[in-house]
């Protein structure tokens, strides 16, 4: 009876040992998971992107001068306007504001006023050196002005104003003087004498269609007088 036990136990044993040897020659399961739905805590960071109008690089600091009409700028005034074009007005740069037709000071409050100032000190300095096509800076002095926080009916009064009774030149002409402009050499515009005096029933009309349609630039510059 004692013999017939050790012989039960052994083969217990034995048996026990065959099932470790098998479970040791079989490949573990894999054990999969579902992907986690939820975003990792980290996020990328934000793109800076620029205004839609463009922006400034600086703000203008000028003095006085002796005549008492003109201002000279003692820092540089840089703007990039929506298109990359970039707008300088360089240190000593005097500016009078009269680029911009008088009658228009009563409607913006004088042009180195308020959210005005920067379009103003570019536009002056753009119309006074003549490289560029009158058209384009009217547009920059549209662009500047958005860009500065003036409403959309303000600044499109002011460009119409200015596309239809601003200081235009011919731009450009084979007996102008070349200037340097974006690395090559270009004429300089010849100023046009504007015979036709600034109209105020005309841009007050303007002014009303303007707030009343919200025209593009293009359709206010295509507006028949």
């Not at 036990?5 to 034995?14: C, D, G, N, P, T």
């Not at 308020?114 to 300095?125: E, I, M, P, Q, T």
């Not at 104003?161 to 690395?183: D, E, M």
Request: glycine fraction near 8%.
């Amino acid at each position: 009876m004692g013999n017939w036990r050790v012989v039960l136990s052994l083969a217990s044993f034995i048996f026990l040992g065959a099932l470790a040897v098998c479970a040791s020659d079989q490949e573990p399961t894999e054990v999969t998971t579902e992907p986690s739905t939820t975003e990792p805590s980290t996020t990328e960071p934000s793109t800076s992107v620029e205004s839609k109008w463009g922006y400034f690089d600086g703000n203008p600091v000028t003095k006085w001068n002796e005549d008492g009409r003109t201002m000279t700028l003692i820092t540089e005034l840089r703007y990039t306007d929506p298109q990359g074009l970039v707008w300088v007005a360089p240190i000593g740069s005097v500016v009078d504001g009269a680029s911009i037709p008088r009658y228009l000071w009563s409607i913006m409050g004088g042009p180195f006023e308020g959210k005005y100032r920067n379009a103003s000190v570019l536009h002056d300095v753009a119309y006074g050196e003549h490289n560029r096509p009158w058209q384009d800076c009217d547009r920059m002095f549209y662009y500047a002005m958005r860009c500065s926080g003036v409403s959309a009916a303000e600044a499109k009064t002011m460009f119409y104003a200015l596309f239809r009774f601003g200081h235009h030149w011919k731009f450009p002409i084979k007996r102008g003087k070349p200037v340097k402009y974006q690395g090559g050499l270009v004429a300089r515009g010849e100023e046009i004498p504007r015979a036709i005096p600034v109209n105020p029933a005309e841009i007050n009309q303007a002014r009303d269609w303007i707030s009343n349609t919200d025209p593009t630039v293009e359709q206010i510059e295509q507006r028949p007088p």
